[in-house]
């Protein structure tokens, strides 16, 4: 009996009928690239960008915890063009971030600057979920970012969602300034000029 060959008839089958199945499913497989990007976006290592309603695109710094980008594409195009390992972005630029600003704890009247450790992505039914930890002197910060796939209100361009945990009573929490400055922050319909507790931030490109 031919086992090799009984064996790569067994994964091609199974291949198959996992495809099948994600077609007739209607959902999107895991890091479809016409929603998720994982090759380097515009020369930037360790970067990837994420598309939002149909044109929307936003691209991270997945070394500083940060979105580095933010555009519309062209009308009737991906918004990305691709060549080789890298990726271009191209249309209308809303945001872009080109200072190496990192993130912040305000303890006090002191701010400590924080190392990241980028964990990982993965995306859901609605939203992508990107996770980073944030180190410091007494401990580890754990970041999370939601993107909702489907589009913003057209008043707010964009949208993301930030949460931390283990943030110490008392804490803030600091985007890079560079963000900071160019984005809406809001918590329970409040503005937040800063990441605090553990419930959702909004924050949108006015």
């Known amino acids: 009996m031919n086992y090799p060959l009984l064996l790569c008839t067994a994964l091609l089958l199974t291949r198959s009928a996992a495809l099948i199945a994600a077609e007739t499913s209607g959902q999107a497989s895991p890091f479809a690239p016409e929603i998720v990007s994982r090759l380097s976006l515009d020369g930037k290592p360790r970067s990837l960008a994420i598309r939002q309603g149909t044109d929307v695109w936003m691209g991270y710094d997945l070394e500083r915890a940060t979105i580095l980008k933010t555009w519309q ?3 009737g195009k991906s918004g990305l063009i691709k060549s080789g390992f890298v990726t ?54 754990k970041l999370f970012e939601r993107v909702p796939l489907t589009a913003a209100p057209t008043v707010d361009r964009v949208v993301r969602e930030l949460r931390v945990v283990s943030l110490p009573p008392g804490e803030t929490l600091l985007p890079p300034a560079g963000a900071r400055q160019a984005w809406k922050t809001t918590t329970d319909g409040e503005v937040a000029p800063s990441i605090t507790g553990t419930l959702w931030h909004r924050l949108t490109l006015p």
Do not use: M
């Open 88 to 141: 271009r972005s191209t249309g209308a630029t809303w945001f872009e971030d080109e200072s190496d600003s990192g993130w912040e704890l305000r303890r006090g009247k002191s701010t400590i600057p924080l190392s990241v450790r980028y964990v990982g992505c993965s995306q859901q039914k609605d939203h992508i979920e990107l996770r980073w930890e944030l180190r410091h002197d007494n401990g580890v910060l």
């Open 73 to 75: 594409a062209p009308a």
